[in-house]
């Protein structure tokens, strides 16, 4: 059994029943897991990223020149993929965290092309499906101005995307790592989604939140008690809020190796079966809250 194989059935015996996948730049290099997971009746998440699609194209497309044909050559990939997952997708993620320094830093800078971005996508998905569900997510950023008062910083960016596209996305998602690359602690994450909220006037959720371990202080013991920490702090919006729709575990399994915390962020060791206490902890929590018919998984790298 291939490894992908093996870790798809696991959440799936484990009571998971969200996946999100990262889509390949091509249809054959993921069609495999995405059909896997399907079979295996997981429902699936699947992130299209600008980055990957463009990735191999000249130097003016793949960092988006005006009059390079990147926005048509982004819709084109979009589309082509989803023609062959489609029917294996539950939600669709377009592009991922395009308010982010490191991970995009021209549609960070330019909010116009991450717009750009954004609607291309969208556009190219409910091209193939007009009833497609469209997912977007941002890096939940805030700035300190003095101790203990902040403001958000991704509040422009949203207000631009529910101007121009609010009828077109079903859901934003925030990726908060409250204890880790966020500071504070899960007790900030009700005040947090119910701020977005207040904001979108939509379905929002989690779509990232974790706990490294190796660094920091961090251990497997820790990580597991963040995780039931987590799910105590939103015990009130998952039972009582029905525009919260849930939450995404980043994520299923890590390198852990490399740069820390980013490679240590796994319920699972790097060998991929070997769990760490906070899956244990983490399919009790699902398990518990499961009558409520929200969305909780993991991410998965395949």
Request: proline letters at 4%.
């Amino acid at each position: 059994m291939r490894d992908y194989e093996l870790h798809l059935k696991n959440m799936r015996d484990s009571g998971i029943e969200w996946v999100r996948m990262g889509v390949k730049r091509s249809v054959s290099q993921c069609e495999p897991v995405f059909r896997k997971a399907h079979a295996l009746d997981l429902k699936v998440i699947a992130v299209i990223t600008s980055k990957n699609m463009l990735s191999g194209l000249d130097f003016k497309t793949k960092h988006y020149f005006p009059r390079s044909g990147w926005n048509e050559k982004w819709r084109e990939a979009v589309q082509s993929i989803a023609k062959g997952l489609n029917q294996y997708v539950n939600i669709w993620q377009i592009d991922n965290e395009l308010n982010h320094p490191w991970h995009n830093p021209l549609p960070w800078l330019n909010k116009g092309l991450a717009l750009d971005i954004a609607e291309g996508g969208i556009e190219a998905v409910k091209g193939i499906d007009s009833e497609a569900k469209v997912s977007l997510n941002l890096f939940f950023k805030r700035k300190t101005l003095f101790p203990g008062i902040n403001f958000p910083r991704d509040r422009p960016l949203i207000l631009k995307l529910k101007e121009r596209l609010g009828d077109k996305i079903d859901i934003l998602g925030m990726d908060i790592y409250r204890g880790t690359w966020h500071k504070g602690s899960p007790s900030d994450y009700p005040e947090d989604i119910n701020y977005y909220h207040d904001l979108w006037e939509k379905d929002i959720m989690i779509m990232e939140t974790g706990y490294c371990t190796g660094s920091l202080g961090h251990t497997p013991e820790t990580q597991a008690s963040h995780v039931d920490e987590v799910f105590r702090c939103l015990d009130r919006n998952i039972r009582e809020s029905d525009w919260f729709l849930g939450m995404i575990w980043y994520e299923y399994v890590s390198k852990h190796e490399g740069i820390p915390c980013e490679e240590f962020f796994g319920l699972h060791e790097s060998d991929g079966t070997t769990s760490k206490p906070a899956w244990e902890k983490f399919k009790e929590k699902v398990d518990h809250y499961k009558q409520y018919n929200k969305i909780f998984g993991t991410t998965y790298h395949y």
